[in-house]
């Protein structure tokens, strides 16, 4: 009964391979019309307003605040600290087949091998601080770093016509800063943190 079975299925597709398949162009029936509806991109385009999207891009720009900006007190007295930046590993840290290539507890500081740029850090809603740093020798200096403790960096970089960036949390802890405005320096193999009081 099997062999019956597989019998006939062999025979029918031994059959339908037998015949050869045509296809034959019945011609056009009916009429036809080109498509008539737009690009959807030219579209897109078209229905953007340049204008109005580059004045929101410039008050994005205008308006832009790093979110982690870390906002630091005006100083009250002038002072200067020197901060370590030896570093210790708290973690094994393995290679990419599984090997520790730098075990916990590995003591190294990063001045040993980079030499970091100077930092100045200012608020620049404090007026009396943003004329404080254009009239300061750092001002002129373009291999200085200036970073903002609270404000907008756009309208900064508008009115000093330099790079302006964020003072960050990160950067802040790691340097112990407590001030501003204040001066960073590499002082041998520790940063050096110059606090300035500015006198009103």
């Known amino acids: ?119 100045v850090v200012i608020n620049s809603e404090d007026a009396k601080q943003v004329e404080w740093f254009e009239k300061s020798p750092y001002y002129k200096n373009r291999q200085i770093k200036l970073l903002i403790s609270a404000g907008f960096a756009a309208s900064l970089i508008k009115q000093l016509d330099r790079p302006v960036f964020y003072l960050t949390k990160t950067i802040a802890d790691r340097l112990q800063l407590t001030a501003a405005p204040c001066v960073i320096t590499q002082n041998g193999k520790k940063m050096m943190v110059q606090e300035v009081r500015i006198d009103e």
């Open 1 to 119: 009964m099997v062999n019956c079975k597989f019998f006939i299925l062999i025979l029918i597709c031994g059959l339908l391979l037998a015949f050869p398949a045509y296809a034959i162009n019945l011609g056009t029936i009916g009429t036809t019309y080109p498509i008539v509806e737009p690009d959807l991109v030219a579209e897109i385009k078209a229905s953007i307003d340049y204008e109005k999207l580059e004045k929101v891009m410039e008050e994005h720009r205008q308006n832009y605040q790093a979110k982690d900006i870390y906002a630091l007190p005006t100083a009250k007295r002038a002072r200067t600290f020197l901060v370590d930046m030896t570093y210790t590993l708290d973690h094994d840290i393995p290679g990419e087949n599984g090997e520790i290539m730098y075990q916990r507890g590995l003591t190294w500081n990063p001045l040993d091998y980079v030499s970091p740029p100077e930092l």
